[in-house]
Each structure stands twice: as C-alpha cells, then as structure tokens.
C-alpha cells in the first residue's frame, strides 16, 4: 500500500486495489470472473453488458487496459497462476502483488519476500499502536514474544490499549505461556491462529502432517533429513514437501538445507500436533528423530575419538546405515550445525521419558567436548544424564556421567567436586571391567594434578593410567594418555622422557586422527623451545594454527596461541606476542575455561612488561593471580607473582619487586619445579 501511494502519480490514468482473498478465514475466494468484471467495470462506466465467457471477458480486461497507464495492486493472491491471469496485455501498467505463495515464477517479477522486521522497526510499530503504555525495553521484549510478526504485535498493541489497567508487564506474563499465547493474540477470524488457519486449509493432508509434526521438533532448526525422520518416509519426499512449505512461508529457510519455523508458526503447528496426531505417533515421530540424531552423533563421536571403545560401540549399536561424517572436520562441522538441535532432543527425550535415547544422546554429544567453543551446553546435558543415571540406578550409565561429568567440573575449576566424580568413574568402571575408559578417567585425573601444579603427581597418575591401557592391549588409549603426560613430564624438565612419549603416542595414533596428530606437533614445538630453537618452535605453532584454521575459539587454537605467544616471547617479538596472547585471552574467555585463561593472562603480561606498559601488565597478571588462586593453581600462581615482580620493578617498586619475587619462589618451590632455584629470596 505505501508503495503504491508513493508510485500514484506516475499511473494517471488509474490506481486500483483488488483484494483476493487467496487466503482468508472468512467468507468465499471471489473467481476470475468476477475480479476481471469488476476491473473492466471500473474503467469502462458506459455500462454496457460485460461478456460472459472467460476467454472474451480476459480480452476486454486486457482491451480496457491497451495504452493506458494504470497501477493495480493486487492483494493476498492465491499462487502465481492466478496473478499471471491477472496481467495486462500491453506495457506501460505496473502490478504489485502480494501473496503467501512464492510468485517469483512468473516472467519479469522483481520478487520481495518479506521476513520479519528488524527489531528497531518493530518497536517502533508497537509504539505507533500504543504510545506511551511501554519503555523501549519493554517493546522490545513483546516484539520478540509476537516474533516481530506485524500481525501478532498489532492485536498485542490493541490487547494492551483495550486494557487501560493493564502495565506492559501484565502483556508480557500473558505472552509468556505457549500454550495461551495464540489465544492472547487472537480477536476472532483476525487473530494469529485464523491467519495460520488459512494457510493450513490450503495445504493437502501429507503437507499437514508434515507441519504438524515439525511443531514437535525439538531445537531451532532442522534439515531434511530430520524432517525424514519425523515423518518416517525417505529425505528425497521429505525435501520436496519442506521446499513446498517454503514457497507458502509456513517454514523459513535461511541457508541451504537448513529450515525452521517462525516461532509463532511452531506453536501453532504443535497445538494441531496435539489435537490432531494420537499420542502414540507424536512419541513415535519424536523416537524417529531422536534415532536419527543417536547414528548421526554416535557416527561423529566415534570420528573424533577412534580411541574411545563407547563411542565406536556406540557407533555400531545406533547404525542406521545413513551416510554420516568421512573425518573429523566433518564431525565438527556437523556438531556445530547441529548442536543447538541435540540440546534440545536430549532435554525433550528426557521429559518425554525416552531415557535410553536421552543418556545415550548426552553421552555422544559430550564427546564433543574439548573441541566446543561454548560448555553451557554440555553442562545442561551432562546435568540431564546425571539425573536419568540416578533415577534408573543403571550402574554403567553413572560410572560413564559421572567421568563427563568430572571433565565438566574441571575445565570450570571446581576441583574437589571433580576428583570426587573421576575417583568414583574409574572405581565403577574398573568393577563394570571397563579398564580401557577406567584408564581414560584416571588420565583425567592427572590432568587436574597438573592443572593445580602437582606436576609429579600428575606425571605418575598418567604412568599408572598408562600401565592400565596396556595392560588390556588399549593402544589408542595409550597413545591419548601419553600425549596428555607430556605437560607435566615438559614442566618436570624431563625432556628425553617427553620425545620418547611423543614417538610412541604419534606411532600408535588411528588413521585419519588429525585432531591428535596436530596436538602431538605442537607438543614437539614446546619441546623445541624448551631445548632452545625458540624460532623452529614458532614455526611448528604458526603450522599447527593453520591445521586447526586459525580463527576458531577452541581450546586446542587457544592452548597454540599461548604457545606461539611464548615463542615470540623468547625470541624478543613481545609485540607479536602479545597479539597472540590477547586473542588467547579472548578465546578462553569465550570458552569459560579459567585454567586457559589464567594461562593466556600471565603471558600477556609479561609481554607487556617487554613493551614498557607495566601498568597494564599488573592487571593482567593480578587477574590471573586471582584465577590461579580460586582454582587451586599453584603453578600459574607462581607465574602471576613472578610477572607481577618483573612488572614491579619496571615501574620502580623494588619493594612490591622483592615481595612478590618471593611468593613466586615459594610457589614454585612447592610444584618441585625448576624454577624455584633463581627467585628465592
């Protein structure tokens, strides 16, 4: 309608609105019969008789127009055919149509799909409906309630005006209940669910069934074969019905292959599920996807842990036989598609009781773990599977929970909590005669050693976990836990002994295990370091960023980062460095991971202290300071004290210098490291 008033003058010789009720929840869909008489009526007031036949009717609509300059809006059209018997026959006539069908068909359309607004102009919409009855914030919060949908936040803005007691706090509580919401925006055959309605009616019965039953996906989005899955026919069927509810704008596609429903749109098609699907099909749809995502996780866990026997055996019992991802690059790229969607089945098979489904989905999208850039996630699963390993009282399920759920506790610092659930994984597992993953979770435990500077701790925890793989012929597993063995074996100064662990860990590694054979590379660049080719070090990190990509936030791009910033350090780049280090800070704040960034922190600083910022150097080394002691991390602590004296002196506090030069000493002294000797007091 703005369009055309703003195009008026340029048609002199008539504008004209035909409302086509392709879609409406009232009244009858008027023929082209009637709409081409009425068009024709309008520019012909002789009122002569208008013929009869179709084909003699079109030639006079298209006789009426000949020559003239004439703009015609046509609205709410059924699909393309119908506006293609609308067109002139002559140029000079412009047609604006609107429909929910997608009218890109037709020749020499400019096609404008509309989405929903950005969230400015949809505040500022709900301002014009209702001034004065709401703050910014408050628009903005019932602009996403109603999916910034102009309908929905126009009945919202008239619920609220019609209401003159009501607060916009009041609209938003009512606004907050699903399962109330379309009613909330609803004033008869006007409402939200009326304008879905007659779409829907539009549909024929195996598009329905589809809609319906996409209500009942768990996540924000989903591709065709999971759309496959719900439906229980095959990926080819499922895609064409899918594309078929894109051109009718009931499913949004925003990257190809990947569909999603607009929220509005999600809790419409699930109240139908509701009423119309028996409970049995809606519990068998959602069985279906879950089965889908158990072959497709399992299937990518087992990419990335070649050396884990739960997630190839896992693998094996959850094939389906579907194509799933050929490496490791594919699994991650797969996981992070789809991670939000895993989420959301795991909470969903939970409540719906599907236990099995639930823990064993958990248990796959965990082994994502060390690769994810966000944990928040695998918290709120690991926290699901927990709960389903103590209510069922399944011995096994809570020996493999609680060894991920270790993990979980100590990347987040919580280190008591963590050797309490690793100590009771490996008692579980080894009684269950899991002795390989029994071998995996004691591993973990020396990294927690390691992570709280206990280094000859940690160095003789991985001895003993190491022992445990061979003993059973688990090589893989050993060659996992002697690369994890290195840190605490390179801080010992036990060089000989970390190249005899690289050498064997890199020769027992799985074919295609690209994740570990990077870690094993960037291990040996430490080594260089450390034996003193600071520049060939740096250039085995500059490699190993680039098999990693680069860019991406995981904890194996942050750990290399820091290592690189390192390298530079000692060969006198500090500017370089601390560019390095700053992006490791970042990372491992993005990753909530406190032992990274405590790491990346003292790194910095020092780099800083190089660069004559001392100012800025002690806040990063008092942050990581603080970190290491909340943690329980007498290492880095030490490392924090000895930046912190180094950022002292430099500004010429030789009595803070002194102070914190002995606190370091004394931390160092207390991990049986090396560097005590040089800075006791």
Known sequence: ?????????????????????????????????????????????????????????????????????????????????????????????????????????????HSVPLGPPPLREAVAMLGAGAAGRFTADEAAAIAERCGRLPLAMGLAAARLRSRPQWRARDLLARLADEDLLLDELGTGHRGVAAALHASYRELDADHRRLLRLLGLVPGGDADARAAAAVCGTDERTASGLIEDLVDVHLVETRSSGRYRLHDLVRIFAAHLAVREEPRAERTAALSRLLALYLHLAYQAAARLHPNKRRFTEGAAAHDLGLPAAADQQEALAWFQAERGNLEAAVTAAADAGLNEQAWHLATAFNAFFVHDSDIGPHTAVNLVALAIAESTGDIRKEAFTLGDTGRRLLAAGRNAEAVACLERSVALKRELGEESDAALTLANLGILHRRCGRFAQSAAVHAEALARAEAVGDTAAAALIRTNMVVPLLRLGRFDDVERCLAAAEARLDAGDEHNRVRIESFRGVLARETGDPAGAAAVHRACLDSYGGESDTADVTETLVELGEDLLRLGEAGEAAVHFERAVDHSVKLVDPSLERTARNGLGRALTALGEPGEALAQHERAAALAASHEDAYESARAHLGLADAARAAGDEDAARTHLGLAADGFAACGLPEAGPHRR
């Open 1 to 109: 309608m703005r369009a055309a008033h703003d195009l008026a003058d340029r048609f002199p010789d008539g504008q004209l609105f035909v409302d086509l009720h392709g879609f409406t929840g009232t009244g009858p869909r008027p023929d082209l019969e009637s709409v081409l008489s009425r068009i024709v009526r309008s520019f012909d007031t002789t009122g002569r008789a208008r013929p009869e036949e179709f084909d003699e009717l079109a030639a006079a609509y298209r006789s009426a127009l000949a020559g003239k300059r004439v703009l015609l809006l046509f609205d709410n059209a059924a699909d393309a055919a119908q506006i293609e018997s609308l067109l002139p026959g002559t140029p000079g006539s412009l047609v604006i149509a609107t429909s929910r069908r997608d009218l890109s068909v037709l020749a020499d359309v």
